[in-house]
């Protein structure tokens, strides 16, 4: 079975600053990546997704993240925090079927002003 | 194009009664997925369904059920309701055959109360 590993429960960053959420999985295919993001007493929303071709994905809000197979890692970046990027993120990874979805526990993310 | 729709949106249970909640997918997807929400545990996956059948099944016990209908809409169900099963419970919908991969579209959740 297939996992999903995100690193630091919670993580605070100035805003302006460089936001880096971490997630590592564990598979022996490479498998699809996402990132979702939830905001307070709302669902799951799309951030961006990998499938094939370019390793580094652009996705809504200025969030990118760069898929490498080496490292078994889908690192989650923006450039510069923003008050409105608070939110619970949680890193995901399908095998290449889509049918089954595999979620970490999320990383509760804290803008300071 | 109407999202996810789930309801109830907010709902108290006691102990011991059981519950019935809704999802409407986005027109056309035909998969729907649900999902347990609870602080410090993230996502924990408790069954999908395609074209009425039950493909995957999380490891939750056997009070926790679901079906869906020929319209794809979905319920799923909770008896003799514990105190463990407070959460959100999110339903996805998803386009399959889609290219590339299947993509997860959530609504908002309904969350449940066990008194």
Redesign the interface.
Known sequence: AQSVTQLGSHVSVSEGALVLLRCNYSSSVPP?L?W?VQYP??????LL?Y??GATLVKGINGFEAEFKKSETSFHLTKPSAHMSDAAEY?C?V?DRT?????????TSLTVIP | KAGVTQTPRYLIKTRGQQVTLSCSPISGHRSVSWYQQTPGQGLQFLFEYFSETQRNKGNFPGRFSGRQFSNSRSEMNVSTLELGDSALYLCASSLIGAPGANVLTFGAGSRLTVL
């Open positions: 699809y996402f979702y007493n709302q669902g799951l929303q799309l997704k499938t094939t949680f995901a399908s889509g049918n089954q979805f595999y979620f970490g526990t999320g």
